[in-house]
C-alpha cells in the first residue's frame, strides 16, 4: 500500500454521550476501536504488540487528543451522498476520511472519536472539518489539473475515498485506461471507444448460426443473468442499460476464452454503470431516465464500462478461469488471517464444520456488491482501485475485517445459524461509518501482516 494512506474515520455523535444502558453496545464497539488504533499507533512507533488483537476484548476508552469530527446527516439521498454534487457544494462535500496529515499515526487517530466532546468543541470541530473538506478537494483538483497526473499521488488521496463528481476522471486513470498525460487523453479514449464497438459488431450483432454451441450457451446464461444484476436498484432494469450490460459482459468473455463468462462477473459491472452515467444523469438514481442522455453518450458510457472492467479483472485473471484457483487462494489465505488475529471465532467456525468456502467464495466472486448496501459500492470501490495490482492480496484483509465485524455473534450460533445469518449479513442500514471502521482494521491487518507471513503460521 502507498505510504502516505489515510485511515477511515468514525462517526462522531452529534450531542453529548448518553451513558444509559442501552447506549452500551455503542459504547463498547467505540472502546473497541479505540483500543486497535492505540495498538496501530504503538507499532508505528516501533514498540511491539501480540500479533492477536481480539474485536471481542472490551477496553477503556482513548484518552489522548485525537481530531473531533461529527458525522454529515446520514439521511440524505443516494443522489446528495454520492452522484449529484457540483462544484457549488465542494466545501460541504462528504468525502469519507478527509482529514489530511503528513504522519501515518494522525492519520489513524482521526478516526478516533472523543467521548464527552462539549458544544463548543463540537462546534470548532465542524468548521474544521468543512476546512479540511476544501483542503482535501484542492489536492485533488491540484492531481488532476497537471498535464501529467502523479498516479502515486492520486493513489494515495483516492484510498480515503474520492469526490463524487470527480469519481470518474479518477478510476478511469487509476484503473490505466486513461493516460496520465492530459494531452492524450481524450484521443485514447475516443480510440479505446471506437475499437470497443468494433469488437461487439464481430462478435455480438451476428446471428446465432455464425456462433458456436458454446458462445450460444454463453450468451443465454448472460441474458438470464442481467436481470437479476441487483435486482433492488430498478434503474438496472431499463432495457437500454439490459442490453448495455449483455454486451459488455458476452464482449468481454469472447476476448477472454481462458475464462469465458463466470457467473459474478455482472456484478462488478455496476459500479462502474453508476459512475460514469453519473457524469450525465443528476438527482437520485431513482429518478433516472435514459431517455435524457444522447445515444453517443450511451455508447460511451458502455465503451468505458467495458475497458475499465478488462483492466480490473486483468489484475485477477485467475479468479475466473477453470476452477477459479486465484479465488480459493485466497479464501485459504483468508481462513489463516482470521485464525491469527480472532483465534476463538475461529474455532468455533472449525469446530461446528463451517468452511470459508460456503461463504467467502462469494464475497471474492462479487467483491462484496452484495453483502453491502448498494449506495457504499462505489465508496468502497475507492480503495480497491487505489490498490492497483496490490488489490488481490488487500481483499483478504479487508473481508477478514468484514467478517470480524461479527465476531461476537457468530461465536453463539451452531453451524445452520452462521449460514443463515452470513448469507443475510444485516448490513442494510450501514452507513460510511461502518464501512471506514471495516477498512481501517484491514489497512491496520495488513500493516501487521503482509509482509510477516510466519505471523500467519505462529
Given amino acids: 500500500m502507498p505510504s502516505g494512506r489515510e485511515g477511515g474515520r468514525g462517526k462522531e455523535p452529534s450531542e453529548g454521550i448518553d451513558r444509559s444502558p442501552s447506549t452500551n453496545t455503542s459504547l463498547n464497539l467505540e472502546w473497541r476501536l479505540n483500543q486497535t488504533l492505540r495498538n496501530v499507533q504503538g507499532l508505528l512507533k516501533g514498540r511491539t504488540f501480540p500479533g492477536r488483537i481480539l474485536l471481542t476484548r472490551k477496553s477503556e476508552p482513548l484518552h489522548d487528543s485525537a481530531s473531533l469530527q461529527p458525522s454529515k446527516d446520514q439521511t440524505r439521498t443516494y443522489s446528495e451522498n454520492h452522484l449529484g454534487m457540483d462544484e457549488s457544494a465542494e466545501n460541504n462535500a462528504e468525502v469519507s476520511g478527509d482529514v489530511i496529515n503528513n504522519s501515518k499515526i494522525q492519520k489513524i487517530k482521526s478516526s478516533t472519536v472523543s467521548s464527552d466532546g462539549s458544544p463548543s468543541d463540537m462546534q470548532r470541530s465542524l468548521s474544521e472539518s468543512r476546512s479540511t473538506d476544501s483542503a482535501r478537494l484542492g489536492r485533488f483538483r491540484k492531481e488532476l489539473s497537471g498535464q501529467n497526473v502523479v498516479l502515486e499521488n492520486l493513489r494515495e488521496l483516492s484510498w480515503s475515498g474520492i469526490p463524487p463528481y470527480m469519481r470518474p476522471i479518477v478510476w478511469r486513470l487509476l484503473l490505466g485506461y486513461a ?208 490498490e492497483g495490482d496490490g488489490l488481490p492480496e488487500f481483499l483478504v484483509y479487508i473481508f477478514a475485517s468484514f467478517l470480524l465485524t461479527w465476531s461476537e455473534t457468530l461465536r453463539k450460533y451452531d453451524f445452520q445459524d452462521m449460514v443463515m445469518f452470513l448469507q443475510h449479513l444485516p448490513t442494510q442500514a450501514w452507513t460510511h461509518h461502518e464501512l471506514e471502521m471495516v477498512l481501517s482494521r484491514a489497512y491496520m491487518w495488513h500493516t501487521m501482516f503482509n509482509n510477516s507471513p510466519s505471523h500467519l503460521s505462529g
Avoid at 183 to 192: I, M, Q, T
Avoid at 312 to 319: E, K, N
Avoid at 335 to 352: A, C, F, N, W, Y
Fill in 179 to 386: 493516460p496520465p498525460n492530459s494531452d492524450r487523453r481524450e484521443g485514447v479514449l475516443a480510440r479505446k471507444r471506437s475499437e470497443y464497438f468494433e469488437c461487439v459488431s464481430l462478435y455480438y450483432d451476428i446471428p446465432d448460426s455464425e456462433r458456436s454451441d458454446d458462445e450460444i450457451t454463453m450468451l443465454r446464461q448472460i441474458a438470464v443473468d442481467c436481470p437479476r444484476t441487483v435486482p433492488d436498484v430498478t434503474f438496472f432494469q431499463h432495457p437500454l442499460v439490459q442490453k448495455s450490460l449483455e454486451r459488455i459482459l458476452y464482449t468481454w468473455a469472447i476476448r477472454h476464452p481462458a475464462s469465458g463468462y463466470v457467473q459474478g462477473i455482472n456484478d462488478l459491472v455496476t459500479p462502474f454503470l453508476i459512475v460514469f452515467l453519473s457524469e450525465h444523469l443528476s438527482g437520485n438514481i431513482g429518478d433516472w431516465s435514459m431517455s435524457d442522455l444522447s445515444p453517443e453518450k450511451v455508447s460511451n458510457v458502455e465503451a468505458d464500462c467495458y475497458w475499465c472492467l478488462s483492466k480490473l479483472l486483468d489484475g485477477m485473471q485467475d479468479h475466473y478461469t477453470f476452477a477459479q484457483p486465484g479465488i480459493q487462494r485466497l479464501v485459504f489465505k483468508l481462513k489463516e488471517l482470521v485464525r491469527r488475529i480472532d483465534e476463538p471465532v475461529s474455532r468455533h467456525m472449525e469446530e461446528q464444520g463451517l468452511e470459508f468456502l460456503q461463504f467467502a467464495f462469494r464475497w471474492f466472486n462479487c467483491l462484496l456488491i452484495r453483502e453491502v448496501p448498494f449506495h457504499l459500492v462505489t465508496r468502497l470501490w475507492d480503495t480497491y482501485l487505489a
